[in-house]
């Protein structure tokens, strides 16, 4: 039951969520998660935030109730009209499968679906493998490292670049150019800020409308000639503009979601020694303990929907044209679903929702599962003993959507 109470109490968790700078959101989930029934009005937006499990895996799997049609008014969205590169960008952005439902979206994901399948990422380890090696030989041991510009940001990056047929000496590019365009889903990414970051953000869509020219006159082994060459469930190609958008968002989730879950892992394993213990006695155990980590620390919190119709949801009314805010920080530390959720544990069976559920299950899943099991093999077969750095680890606070680190300072 809701009460004036109880909503005065969300509204103060609320504004200290969104305030910009809270380091550590969990302990503001887990009361928002247990304070009335979990669901709360956040104020202005014409919005319900979402933090149980069950209901954040209810709504994720219902697209026809709560669509994903909601490009106007997220946050890549914001943009200044009279800009004619602000315009520019909004034309690409705009056509992203993930704001869109069926049969847009089947459209979209339908082209290169079969190249992240299970089988096909297989197929990817031993390009996964060689990044890591060359990553991590790159440094020596007891040498001082931040992880999140160097193995953290280098291996996915690597790795998405291959699997696109990117050659090597453009991938430093490539990690600004995908850090620009994350940085435009964050709605605190405002004024200059944004500037920058949809800036960067027309490079690279400059970079992959080459690319796609080049592939279109010289076919390659690799996934743009691979999209290129397949037809969508329509029966016809996919158009170069949303080619190029899908290719975007591809980069940017292949590249943020898996430096954030190596980022996040390696301070878990630094918090919990007895955890990379059993993992170096134990190997096996490392994709076990790469799902803990996105559980407990899911690179991304956040992912919303617009209600289609007048929806009466737990007792709540959700009217039609409002919004809800998936929290999937709070829902994967939901304690009716997860024996003593906060407690790091490799060993548990539960799937969690980071990559959502539904239709919308994240289309590189696999691949992010195979870079993380890939990567911790590599890390702790090469440097067993890394251990925090000498200068002090700095959370990402701007970025309130994709939750990660600015510094994390290892010693190897």
Request: glycine share 8%; aromatic share 8%.
């Amino acid at each position: 039951m809701t009460t004036a109470r109880t909503t005065a109490a969300a509204d103060l968790l609320i504004g200290k969520l969104f305030g910009g700078a809270v380091e550590d959101p969990f302990p503001l989930y887990d009361e928002l998660r247990e304070l009335g029934d979990g669901i709360h009005v956040l104020e202005g937006l014409n919005a319900h935030m979402i933090t149980r499990h069950a209901d954040v895996r209810r709504i994720s799997g219902d697209h026809k109730t709560f669509s994903s049609e909601i490009f106007e008014g997220s946050s890549p969205s914001i943009h200044n009209p009279d800009d004619p590169e602000h315009r520019r960008f909004i034309d690409t952005a705009s056509q992203l499968f993930m704001f869109h439902d069926p049969p847009r979206h089947t459209r979209g994901r339908s082209t290169f679906r079969h190249a992240f399948t299970p089988n096909a990422v297989r197929g990817w380890q031993a390009e996964v493998e060689r990044a890591a090696d060359r990553s991590l030989a790159r440094y020596h041991a007891g040498q001082e490292i931040d992880m999140m510009t160097g193995p953290a940001a280098e291996v996915p990056v690597a790795v998405i670049a291959a699997i696109l047929g990117v050659p090597d000496e453009v991938q430093p590019k490539f990690r600004e150019w995908s850090y620009g365009y994350a940085s435009t889903f964050d709605p605190m990414v405002l004024g200059d800020d944004r500037d920058a970051a949809i800036r960067a953000s027309l490079e690279l869509f400059d970079y992959l409308a080459g690319l796609i020219a080049q592939r279109r006159a010289e076919p390659a082994d690799d996934l743009v000639s691979h999209m290129l060459g397949t037809e969508t469930f329509d029966g016809d190609r996919l158009s170069d503009g949303e080619m190029l958008s899908q290719l975007a968002l591809l980069l940017v989730a292949g590249n943020e979601t898996t430096t954030n879950l190596i980022g996040n892992g390696v301070t878990l394993l630094l918090d919990h020694p007895e955890t990379r213990a059993a993992l170096m006695a134990d190997p096996a155990r490392i994709p076990g303990a790469v799902e803990e980590m996105l559980r407990f620390e899911p690179p991304l919190h956040y992912s919303g929907r617009k209600v289609t119709v007048d929806t009466e949801f737990n007792g709540r009314h959700f009217p039609a044209g409002s919004m809800v805010l998936l929290s999937l920080g709070a829902a994967n530390r939901d304690p009716r679903v997860y024996d003593d959720p906060l407690r790091f544990d490799i060993d548990r069976t539960e799937p969690h929702l980071s990559f959502l559920y539904g239709i919308h299950f994240c289309v590189g899943a696999h691949l992010a599962r195979l870079e993380g099991r890939v990567f911790f093999e590599k890390l702790l077969a090469t440097y067993p003993d890394f251990a925090a750095g000498a200068e002090p680890a700095q959370r990402r606070r701007l970025n309130i959507v994709a939750r990660g680190w600015d510094k994390r300072p290892v010693r190897l």
